[in-house]
């Protein structure tokens, strides 16, 4: 398990702000979420509360996996609006590989 993606990339480029994320998510999805429960506006909090992982904790499986499939100038299409630090992640991904 990586604790940080810090550790998964090695450089702060690919780091996340999950306190940041946190508050920024609750901010828009009370806003502009329509669902009956409050996915969106918890996420972020369960995430910097350490409660709930992320692609993060895959990062044995999946690392070199999606760091294979992506290349530069590849375009890459993440679905779910829940977690924002999937870009983050899948970016440390690939910069781990050495691509």
Not at 5 to 33: F, H, M, N, P
């Amino acid at each position: 398990m990586i604790d940080s993606a810090e550790t998964l990339a090695g450089s702060a480029a690919w780091a996340e702000d999950l306190g940041y994320q946190a508050v920024r998510g609750y901010e828009i999805a009370k806003d502009q979420c329509s669902c009956e429960y409050p996915y969106h506006a918890i996420w972020g909090i369960l995430r910097a509360a350490n409660v709930t992982g992320s692609l993060r904790f895959e990062e044995e499986a999946l690392g070199p996996l999606i760091g294979s499939l992506v290349k530069d100038g590849s375009r890459i299409m993440i679905a779910g609006s829940a977690d924002t630090g999937t870009p983050c992640v899948v970016g440390a991904f690939r910069a781990r590989t050495g691509l």
